[in-house]
């Protein structure tokens, strides 16, 4: 078979590439590196990502996607055909079909920019489909019935939460607040409480390593490192659990709100499946320890993650990409 088909997960920390019956085959920081001197593009993925936070000032490492939507079109063109590339092979007979995740709020014109950016770096036909539907379907639950299904997909630059019946979102809210969001809380926490500057990778690794959206009592204890605002010198302080659960509980509770807010636009007849279903958590946030329980204490809802959380959207669009006449419905656009 030489036309291919590959599913991205374009997200705002991460993007995954899908490639059916050989599954996720990609799956790298969306960071690119690039000189300022001639603007040509150094490095991308992982190896871009090395150099956040640690690049001279020739160099520029961004990310070329900012809540969700494409905020620098050129490099996200770039970063696209790299990964198409790397996943394919840079020589091929035929351009692949590739279908690409976009948030629910999107707007047309950020939606003309991801079909452009994918044709322009190497696709022949474009598809979009929204997010939550993509995670939905990855997660394994069935749109297409005439039943109530509630998804959030919490990433790193946005939280989309829908509730899908008849393969089409009846209710939905996407909001900017998300894992990156997590992550600089922590940085403004641990600046204010202990003025200590740190990067926002030190966040991230707080947040995976002892991060807990419940206070816990017993609680796990992290060294980091730092910049002392005060003197200007390096310093280590501990951190423990619960300080980091002081520190996200704004933000988590933004997300409990939208959560609440599409509840209250489903029909009943949805509601009572959301009730008997539970709502599915995915996307890398969904990792978060403890959210579930948080999301099911304040919703009433019974909360459960899905299986492979951070997959679930780059399976969804694998899926869809082979069984493109039973989930046409679902798809947004196409070029």
Not at 51 to 58: K, Y
Not at 62 to 78: F, N, S
Not at 231 to 253: C, F, H, R
Not at 279 to 299: C, P, Q, Y
């Amino acid at each position: 078979m030489f036309l291919k088909k590959i599913g991205i997960d374009l997200g705002t920390t991460n993007t995954l590439v899908f490639i059916p019956h050989k599954g996720v085959v990609i799956n790298e920081p969306s960071v690119v590196a690039v000189s300022v001197i001639d603007n040509s593009i150094l490095a991308v993925g992982v190896e871009a990502k090395e150099m956040v936070g640690r690049t001279p000032e020739t160099i520029v490492a961004r990310r070329p996607l900012k809540d969700g939507v494409i905020a620098d079109y050129k490099t996200t063109e770039a970063m696209l055909r790299y990964f198409i590339n790397k996943a394919l092979g840079r020589f091929r007979f035929f351009r692949p079909e590739v279908m690409v995740s976009v948030p629910a709020g999107i707007t047309s014109t950020e939606r003309r920019a991801v079909i452009d950016a994918a044709i322009r770096s190497g696709a022949k036909t474009a598809y979009l489909i929204k997010e939550p539907v993509l995670a939905a379907i990855g997660a394994g639950i069935p749109i297409n019935e005439a039943m109530g299904n509630m998804i959030v997909n919490i990433g790193g630059g946005t939280s989309e939460i829908a509730v899908i019946s008849l393969g089409g979102i009846v209710s939905c809210h996407s909001i900017r607040v998300a894992g990156n969001k997590l992550d600089q809380s922590l940085v403004d926490y641990i600046k204010r409480k202990h003025n200590l500057a740190i990067g926002e990778r030190t966040a991230e690794e707080i947040k995976i390593t002892i991060g807990s959206a419940l206070a816990q009592k017993k609680e796990e204890e992290m060294e980091v490192r730092g910049r002392d605002l005060i003197t200007g010198l390096p310093k280590t302080i501990k951190i423990t659990t619960n300080e980091t659960v002081e520190a996200m509980a704004d933000q988590l509770e933004e997300i409990i709100r939208a959560i609440r807010g599409v509840v209250s636009q489903t029909p009943p007849e949805l509601c009572a499946d959301i009730m008997d279903k539970g709502i599915v958590l995915s996307g890398g946030t969904a990792l978060l320890r403890n959210l579930d329980e948080l999301i099911m204490k304040s919703t009433g809802v019974p909360s459960y993650v899905a299986q492979d959380p951070l997959l679930c959207v780059a399976k969804g669009a694998g899926v869809t990409l082979e069984n493109l006449e039973i989930y046409k419905r679902s798809i947004m656009a196409k070029k």
